[in-house]
Structure formats: structure tokens, C-alpha cells
């Protein structure tokens, strides 16, 4: 009887044998680990099939939004610097649209300043813009136009008057064909001087009066 010989078997087979023993061994450990058994405490019911009942995530709501409070920014800020600088609302009643009685373009304006000289001029543009509202004053001074921008809402400006009113309403909005030689009004200085004397008699008429009346009683009494 003749001796079995042993089979050999290539170097490639025993690499494949090798390579799928190793995944098999990776499958069993991947199945051991991802496997966990479920314990319960002695105050826990179980539950069929081991399933456990996720716990709760408490939330919290979004803080609030300044959108919903503040939903115009830029006119509330506008408001808010307007109450600040002009807490009892004359100067924005003096330019308002809606009143009748406000300065307009062609009237002869006085601006006092707290530093500086006053200035007063034909108001021939009037720029609305909320806190940058400026009125642009022409006046002559020494045989010379000059222009002059005051912002109403400035902290340096102490007050404005109006000295006369125009005649007739101006038909626009920018009165700059007053810089032509042919429409020009020149000097103003003579109405306002005129404005201010008939402030000071109304302002002191009847202490001027009275202190006239008592230098009459005393040359009399002479």
C-alpha cells in the first residue's frame, strides 16, 4: 500500500486562508463591543426587548431679540438725540411742514450763537435731515456776499428769530438765483436793526413810560 503524500498547498492560498480568518476575527470583536447589556435598577421596570427610554434635554428659549423692541432703529435714535437736544421741541416746530407759521424759504432769519457773533440773512435753502437740519443764511457784509450753514439742532446755537416774513410764498424750494447781481438783496443789516429797536420798545415800553411820566411829575413840581 502505497504512503499518502502530503498536499501542498501555494504560498497565495495560505494568504487568502490568513486574510479572511483575520476579518472574521474582526467581526466577532466589532459584534462583542457594539453589544452591551441593558442593567436595571431595582426601582426600574423592564421593559420587553431591553429598550431603554431616552431621558429628556431640558431647552432653553432664545433671550430677546432688540428687533422685536426696537423696530425702527434709526427713528428712534433720531428721537431719542432730538429729546436731548431739543427737550421742548421749539426749533422743530419753527421748520416743521405741518406748521403753518414756520420760517420757509426767503424769510430774513437772525441766529444768535453762544460764541460769536450773531448773523442774519435770507434763508435760501432749508435742509431737512433730522438731527443735521441746517438753514443756509445770505447776507452782505462790506459790499460782499456771504453764506452761512447753521445746523438748528448745534449746541452753539442759543436761538433763531424770524425778522420778516416774505411777501409772497416762494415757488421753489432753493432760492439760489438770489446770488445773481439782479435779484440780490444785499445788505439786511437795516431790517434787523429795525426788527431789534421795535423788540426793545415793545420789551420796555412801559417802564419807559412810567419813568418818563415820573420825569414829568418832577419838572412840574420845579
Not at 153 to 163: A, K, L, M, R, T
Not at 172 to 179: H, P, Q
Amino acid at each position: 500500500m502505497a504512503t499518502p503524500t502530503p498536499t501542498l498547498r501555494p504560498l497565495s492560498c495560505w494568504r487568502t486562508l490568513l486574510r479572511h480568518a483575520r476579518q472574521q476575527k474582526v467581526a466577532t470583536r466589532s459584534l462583542t463591543t457594539y453589544h452591551k447589556s441593558v442593567t436595571f435598577s431595582k426601582f426600574e421596570i423592564p421593559l420587553p426587548n431591553a429598550v431603554k427610554i431616552p431621558t429628556k434635554i431640558k431647552t432653553y428659549p432664545p433671550p430677546p431679540s432688540p428687533a422685536q423692541k426696537f423696530k425702527e432703529p434709526l427713528k428712534d435714535f433720531t428721537n431719542d438725540q432730538l429729546s436731548i437736544l431739543d427737550p421742548t421741541g421749539a426749533r422743530s416746530h419753527l421748520f416743521s411742514k405741518t406748521n403753518p407759521e414756520a420760517a420757509k424759504v426767503g424769510d430774513i432769519l437772525l441766529v444768535r450763537l453762544k460764541t460769536g457773533d450773531p448773523f442774519a440773512g435770507v434763508c435760501i435753502n432749508i435742509r431737512r435731515r433730522g438731527v443735521d437740519t441746517g438753514i443756509l443764511l445770505r447776507n452782505e457784509l462790506t459790499r460782499v456776499g456771504v453764506e452761512m450753514w447753521y445746523k438748528i439742532y448745534s449746541p452753539n446755537v442759543e436761538g433763531i428769530e424770524v425778522v420778516q416774513r416774505r411777501e409772497k410764498r416762494a415757488r421753489r424750494a432753493r432760492l439760489t438765483y438770489m446770488r445773481k447781481p439782479k435779484h440780490d438783496m444785499g445788505s439786511v443789516q437795516n431790517i434787523v436793526l429795525a426788527y431789534q429797536r421795535s423788540r426793545g420798545a415793545m420789551a420796555g415800553g412801559p417802564a419807559q413810560q412810567q419813568k418818563k411820566g415820573n420825569k414829568k411829575g418832577k419838572g412840574k413840581k420845579k
